[in-house]
T-cell receptor, first 114, second 115 residues
Framework: SAVISQKPSRDICQRGTSLTIQCQVD?????MFWYRQQPGQSLTLIAT?????????ESGFVIDKFPISRPNLTFSTLTVSNMSPEDSSIYLC???????????FGPGTRLTVT | AQKITQTQPGMFVQEKEAVTLDCTYD???????LFWYKQPSSGEMIFLIY??????QNATEGRYSLNFQKARKSANLVISASQLGDSAMYFC????????????FGTGTSLTVIP
C-alpha cells in the first residue's frame, strides 16, 4: 500500500485567489492523479501528473486553471487558480504503480470558495 | 453511455444484517478491473475490494465480497454483518486496460446502518 498525505486538509478562500495543494507519498509511485469531487457528486479526474513533463489533462480541465507540478516520484502539487465558488470541492490526490491494479487516495483537501 | 451505474442513491440496513450494493458497468475492453471504495463523512477514499475481469472466483476481503457476474456486467458489493461504522458513501469504479489509467466512478450509494 501507499501512505498519502495532503496539505492543506481544508481551506476557505476568497474568489479570485489561488490555492496550491500538496500531495506527498511515502514511497515512489509511477502514476499520480488529481481528482475533484464536487458536493454530493462522484469523483472526476482532473489530470494525470507526469514526472518530468507536463500533466495530461482530461476534457474540461486546462492547465491555466489547474497547473500541476510533479518534480519527483513522491510529490505533486495542484493549484486551483482564480477561484470561484464553483471550485468549492474536495480535491483528492491518488497514486498507482505500474503492473499493480491498486489505486490509493489521499485524505483529500476540502476547499470552500466564498 | 455511463461506464459505471449505481442505481441506489441511498440504502438502509439493520445492524448485523447483510446488504448488497448494486453496480453495473459498460465496457468492450476484455481486460478491466472493478473496484469498490468507501468514503466516510471525513472525505477520504478507502479501498475495499478489487475484481479482475479474468478472475474466476469472486473476490472477498473480510466482511466484503464482490458478486461478479461477467455476462450481466454487474459487480455488486455484499457487506455481511453490517456495523454502525459501515455508514458511508460507497463508490464502484472501473479501470480499463485499453484506456490506461482512467478510472471511471459511479455516482455512489449512501449506506446508513441502523442500530
Amino acid at each position: 500500500s501507499a501512505v498519502i498525505s495532503q496539505k492543506p486538509s481544508r481551506d476557505i478562500c476568497q474568489r479570485g485567489t489561488s490555492l496550491t495543494i500538496q500531495c506527498q507519498v511515502d514511497s515512489q509511485v509511477t502514476m499520480m492523479f488529481w481528482y475533484r469531487q464536487q458536493p454530493g457528486q462522484s469523483l472526476t479526474l482532473i489530470a494525470t501528473a507526469n514526472q518530468g513533463s507536463e500533466a495530461t489533462y482530461e476534457s474540461g480541465f486546462v492547465i491555466d486553471k489547474f497547473p500541476i507540478s510533479r518534480p519527483n516520484l513522491t510529490f505533486s502539487t495542484l493549484t486551483v487558480s482564480n477561484m470561484s465558488p464553483e471550485d468549492s470541492s474536495i480535491y483528492l490526490c491518488s497514486v498507482a504503480r505500474t503492473n499493480s491494479y491498486e489505486q490509493y487516495f489521499g485524505p483529500g483537501t476540502r476547499l470552500t470558495v466564498t | 453511455a455511463q461506464k459505471i451505474t449505481q442505481t441506489q442513491p441511498g440504502m438502509f440496513v439493520q445492524e448485523k444484517e447483510a446488504v448488497t450494493l448494486d453496480c453495473t458497468y459498460d465496457t468492450s475492453d476484455p481486460s478491466y478491473g472493478l473496484f469498490w471504495y468507501k468514503q466516510p463523512s471525513s472525505g477520504e477514499m478507502i479501498f475495499l475490494i478489487y475484481q479482475g475481469s479474468y478472475d474466476q472466483q469472486n473476490a472477498t476481503e473480510g466482511r466484503y465480497s464482490l458478486n461478479f457476474q461477467k455476462a450481466r456486467k454487474s459487480a455488486n458489493l455484499v457487506i455481511s454483518a453490517s456495523q454502525l461504522g459501515d455508514s458511508a458513501m460507497y463508490f464502484c469504479a472501473m479501470r480499463e486496460e485499453g484506456t490506461g489509467n482512467q478510472f471511471y466512478f459511479g455516482t455512489g450509494t449512501s449506506l446508513t446502518v441502523i442500530p
